[in-house]
C-alpha cells in the first residue's frame, strides 16, 4: 500500500460573469472564449481519480485538463449558492442593506435565497469526506478536482495548518492548490504548493 496520495485542486476557467467580477454560483454558465483558448493544449498528467462540480464551466475545464479521464460529478463541490445575488456585481448591489451587512460578516449572514457560510462549508466538507473515502477505498496515489474558488478556499481553510482566513487562500481562475497527504494516520496533510497553468500556451 501506498502511503502517500496528491490531490490537485483546480479552480475552473474564465468565465464572462468572472470578467464581469459578477458573483456566480450556481449559475450554470460555461467558459468564455477567453478560458477555452487559455486551456487548450493544457493537458495534464492523469489521476487515478478524478471529481468535478456538476456545473458547465467545471466539467468543460476537466475535459481539457484530464482528456483521458472521465470525471465523477458531485453537486457537494458546487460553488456557493448566492441566491437572488447571482450574476450581478457589486455595482448593482451595494445601495443594498442586506449585501452591505453580508460584506461585513459573510459568516453571519444570509444572501437572500441562498445559501449561509456555515451550510455551504458543512456542503464542501461532506463532499471531501466523500472523496477521501474513495482515495483510501481504492488505494489511489493521486487524484485531482476541479471546481470553484469559494469550494477550494473552503477545503483549504479546512485541511490546512496554516491557518489563513477564507479570503486569504487567492486562486485566478485556471489556478489552483496540489495536496501532498499521508494517508495513514488519519489522512495528515504533509505539505501544500501552487499549481498554475503554463504560460504561452
Excluded at 459578477?22 to 483558448?37: K, N, R, S, T, V
Excluded at 486551456?39 to 492523469?46: D, F, G, W
Excluded at 449572514?109 to 472523496?131: A, K, N
Excluded at 495548518?161 to 504533509?190: D, M
Amino acid at each position: 500500500m501506498d502511503d502517500a496520495v496528491a490531490v490537485s485542486l483546480w479552480r475552473h476557467g474564465l468565465t464572462e460573469k468572472n470578467k464581469q467580477h459578477a458573483y456566480c454560483g450556481w449559475l450554470d454558465e460555461p467558459l468564455a472564449e477567453e478560458g477555452i483558448l487559455r486551456l487548450k493544449h493544457q493537458r495534464q498528467e492523469k489521476p487515478e481519480l478524478l471529481y468535478t462540480s456538476d456545473l458547465k464551466r467545471c466539467i468543460q475545464t476537466a475535459a481539457f485538463l484530464y482528456p483521458e479521464t472521465r470525471p465523477v460529478l458531485l453537486t457537494n463541490l458546487r460553488e456557493m449558492n448566492f441566491g437572488d445575488w447571482e450574476g450581478k456585481t457589486y455595482e448593482e448591489l451595494k445601495h443594498s442593506e442586506n449585501y452591505q451587512r453580508w460584506l461585513a460578516d459573510p459568516f453571519s449572514e444570509v444572501p437572500p435565497s441562498g445559501e449561509s457560510m456555515q451550510v455551504f462549508s458543512e456542503r464542501v466538507s461532506e463532499g471531501w469526506e466523500s472523496i477521501r473515502e474513495a482515495v483510501l477505498a481504492e488505494d489511489a496515489a493521486s487524484a485531482a478536482i476541479v471546481s470553484h474558488g469559494g469550494v477550494i478556499r473552503s477545503l483549504l481553510t479546512l485541511l490546512s495548518e496554516n491557518k489563513k482566513a477564507f479570503w486569504e487562500w487567492r486562486l485566478s481562475p485556471g489556478a489552483g492548490y496540489k495536496l501532498y497527504f499521508q494517508k495513514q494516520p488519519a489522512f495528515r496533510l504533509a505539505a501544500i504548493e501552487e499549481i498554475k497553468l503554463e504560460q504561452g500556451k
